[in-house]
């Protein structure tokens, strides 16, 4: 246990040592909310059209290059007046407003007006770029904010108490739990209990152990990620530590199906066994260990809650906060595992013979996680075959365990052919080039399969941010939509949307027209970080909707993977708002 406490210490070590250069100066409680930063005010002349005033703080200033106006008709442009020039960190030399901004709306045929506009304060914090509805027809004025997820969630830890933010991302953290991205964790804390025969107290105090590492790990991982704006996710998807995972979870698999036993020296062992001779089950240390290993794992995954919490971190600069949200996150991903593979535990029945044969099935299960964790690295025609070739091993385990049990053998014969003739199905339609493990034969049929070439081809894909700016501005000078689609090899989520999102018709039919972009961030360099930078992306997948202005229109951002049906409702009301 005490492993444990000296870990999270150096965790909280790394946090504040890493928040330590961007905490100088005033702290995040003596900021002004956005709202009171920058308030804005709707007037209605008896001559028509709009005044919109936005009063500003002292200390603080808007800027004219971030001011957005969707919704006016072609020709009616609003009347902005001219900035004091100014250059800082964020933007360069700009143009912004001190103290007060009068933008004057002409008498246009238009119900609701979508602003959109960004402001700093000069102690160093840089507000997120802010939406509003104004309503021109008869309304009562201005709507609530139009945000997209992220920056919601981000909000809301903003001004709501830390307790309500802690309880609200400890239920997301519940649902992510059951996410493709968590799945890897779930046989790594099942062996670690079940498979170490531990009673249920053990097996609570393991499973815990594993859950509090894991989630102090995505806190640090996440914290220094935001403060610092490195490209973390790139560099934890390095193929040399992406295959010693895999090759781990390779070895933690071979004791299961009785290869050897993994024991440590000689006199260490001696003297755990000593402190520990009364207790039932695995290490404590081992479980920890498993924990940062998982951590690790599944910190890259992006998703709307973890893009909040970094965005508030890296604009407020409130690593504390910040990091208990991103714990409580972690906590909530890996509790319903815990009662899994706990409370689940005490309906098993009394140790005997079947407890090796459990073994075995957590020593397929650890390959299961090896095949996961080599997704990125491995084509997709290699995918389908090592996951045939897995069914086959397991078929043949099946039949022979079928031979030993007289129970239910009918059955467990019918599995083992079924997956062996799916494993052979597999391998085969690899050898083929199959893509799809659920219609591994199609290529042999002549039926049209989705080609992540063919899907890509009008794509614009780059990795020097000079290229993302001359395709802006060749977008704009067109009077295009653009589509940003950040892209990365690691990234298995993109690859998934490369073919359910873009490879469907409909998808495909919407961006008619569009221009799509791909900044590719695969590597953790300095292009990666400006191209991330550039729009305060967390990481892919993301995908940025940007009007033929040139303007992003933040609110319809996409964070994290989507189905086609969720890409075309979004695009769709983008496409109504304008």
Known sequence: MRAIFFFLACCLWLVQASASPFTFGPKQDDF????????????????????????????????????????????????????????????????IYRDSLEVVIPDANVATLELGWQGCADAGLCYPPQTRRVELGGGTGLSDPVQADDQALASGLEQQALGWSLLIFFGLGLLLAFTPCSLPMLPILAGIVVGSQASPRRGMALAGTYVVSMASVYAALGVVAALLGANLQGWLMQPWLIGSFAALFVLLSLPMFGFFELQLPGVLRDRLEDAGRKRKGGSLAGASALGVLSGLLVGPCMTAPLAAA?????????????????????????????LLVTLGNRFLPKPGPWMDRVKVAFGFLFLVAALY???????????????????????????????????????????????????????????????????????????????????TQGFVGFSEPAVLDRELAAAKAAGQWVLVDYYADWCVSCKVMEKEVFGDAQVQASLQGVRVLRPDVTKADAASSELLNRYQVMGPPTLLLIGPDGVERRSQRITGEVDASQFLSKWNETMERG
């Open 373 to 455: 964790v080599l997704r990125p690295l491995l084509a997709d025609s290699l995918w389908v075959g090592l996951w045939g070739a897995l069914l086959v091993v397991v078929a043949s385990g099946l039949q022979q365990l079928s031979r030993q049990i007289k129970q239910h053998q009918a059955l467990g014969r019918s599995v083992a052919a079924l997956s062996g003739v799916w494993g052979v199905a597999l391998v085969l339609g690899a050898a083929g080039g199959a893509q799809d493990p659920i219609r591994p034969l199609e290529v042999f049929t002549g039926g049209a399969s989705v080609n992540a070439l063919e899907v």
């Open 32 to 95: 002004l909310p956005v709202d009171q930063a920058f308030n804005l005010h709707v007037e209605r002349p008896e001559a028509g059209g709009a005044v919109l005033r936005w009063d500003i703080a002292p200390g603080y200033y808007l800027y004219q290059e971030r001011l957005r106006f969707v919704g006016l008709p072609a020709g009616s442009e609003p009347v902005i007046p001219p900035g004091q020039p100014y250059h800082d960190e964020y933007f360069g030399d700009s143009q």
């Open 310 to 338: 970094l965005l508030y971190i890296a604009q407020s600069g409130n690593a504390v906060h910040g990091g208990l949200v991103l714990f409580v996150l972690g906590l909530g991903i890996g509790t319903p595992m815990v």
